[in-house]
C-alpha cells in the first residue's frame, strides 16, 4: 500500500493538491471548509474559511482564504496554475456549524451565513456544488482524497461520513 | 498585528494582572463549589497565530468540554472555561455525587451543572475585574460544548479574524488539589477593548 501524502490546510489558509495528496483540515467549527475538484486532472483544492465576506475585513493585506468571497476566486486561480479547467470544477463542502446558541448575538450566525455566502459566490462562478454536510451544532474534520474525490468528515458525537 | 505600540511589555504585565486576578477569583470560586484546594499557574499572555490556539489544549482536534460566554459591557470579549473530559466527569461525580458521568455524551442534567459551572466561575472572573477596573461587565448566559478544541475555539476568534491572523489570549492553567489533570480560562477580549482596558487602570496610552 503506498502512503497517501496529506496537506494540511490550516485555519483561514488554502492549498491545491496536483499529484495525488488528500487534503486535510481539522476542527471547523462556524468554519467552512471548501472542496474544488477537476475530476478529469484529478487536481482538489481546499480552502478554511473563517468568514463570510471581506467586506468586514479592518487589516491592511486581505488573507484571500479567510473570506468566502475572496477564498472562492482565489482557489479556482490557484488551481488554474496546476493546470485545472476552471470550466470543469465541481464544489463540495462542510462545516458552517452553530457551536454555541445565544439569544440575538449576530456573530453566533457566523457559521450558516459562511455557507450562505459560499454558496452564493460559487453560483455567481458557476462551479455545481455537488455535495455537502454542513449547519448543526458540531465541529467536523474533514479530509478530501483527490484520487477518488471522496470527502471524509468526522465528527465526535455524529461518527464518520463521506460525500 | 501592532497591536500595543509604546510600552508593548508593560502593556502585556498589565493583562498578566488581569488573568491573575479574574482567574484567581475564579479558581477561588472552583475550590469552594468542590471543597477542595485549586492551584493555578501564573496567566500567560500571548499574541498567537489562529492555528495555535487550539495547540494551548492539545490540538484542534482534541476532544474537550468548554463553556463559552460573551463577555459584555465597556470592554467585551470571549472567556472560556475548558477542561479534558476526564477533569469534567470529576468535577460531576464531586458536584452531582455522580460516580458513572461519561464524556462525550452527557446528558441533560450533567450539560446543565457544567454551564452552571461556567456560569459561576465566569461571573467571578468578571466581576472581580469590574471591580478592578470600574467597568461595567458582565456574561451573557452561558452555553456548553463537547467538541473539538478547533471548533469550540474558532468563535473566540471571529473579532480578531477581521484584523489578521493572530488573536491575543490571556490564558490561566489551573490544578484540582495534586492532580494532574489541568482546565483553562481562557479570556480573549476584542481587539477594540485593549485601550478601555488600559485607559481603566491608567496605563498611559499616548
Known sequence: MNEVAILKVGMADMKVASSG???RTTGLGSCVGLVLYDVQRRIAGMAHIMLPSSTIARENRINPAKYADTAVPGLVEMMKREGADPGRLIAKMAGGAQMFHFAGEDVMRI??????????????????????????????????????????????QHGVKEI | MELFGHNADFK??????????????AA?????????????????????PFEQIAERVGGPETVVVAVYVRVIGDAPGNMFFIMGMEQANRLLNVLLG??????????????STLCEIGNILGGSYLSSLADLTGMRLSPTVPSVAVDMAGAILSY???????????????????????????????FIPDPESFPRLFRSLGVPME
Open chain 1, 21 to 23: 495528496e488528500s487534503l
Open chain 1, 111 to 156: 457559521g450558516p451565513r459562511n455557507v450562505e455566502s459560499v454558496k452564493q459566490v460559487l453560483e455567481q462562478l458557476g462551479i455545481r456544488l455537488v455535495a455537502e454536510d454542513t449547519g448543526g451544532n458540531y465541529g467536523r474534520t474533514v479530509e478530501f482524497d483527490s484520487r477518488t474525490g471522496v470527502l471524509h468528515i468526522r465528527s465526535v
Open chain 2, 12 to 25: 502585556m504585565d498589565v493583562l498578566r494582572e488581569i488573568g491573575n486576578i479574574g482567574a484567581g477569583n
Open chain 2, 28 to 48: 477561588t470560586a472552583l475550590s469552594r463549589l468542590l471543597d477542595k484546594k485549586v492551584n493555578m499557574k501564573v496567566p500567560t499572555v500571548s499574541l498567537l
Open chain 2, 98 to 111: 455522580m460516580e458513572d458521568a461519561q464524556g462525550p455524551g452527557y446528558t441533560e442534567m450533567e450539560l
Open chain 2, 156 to 186: 473566540g476568534l471571529l473579532q480578531f479574524g477581521t484584523m489578521g491572523d493572530d488573536a491575543l489570549l490571556i490564558d490561566t492553567t489551573f490544578f484540582e488539589g495534586d492532580r494532574q489533570a489541568e482546565g483553562h480560562f481562557f
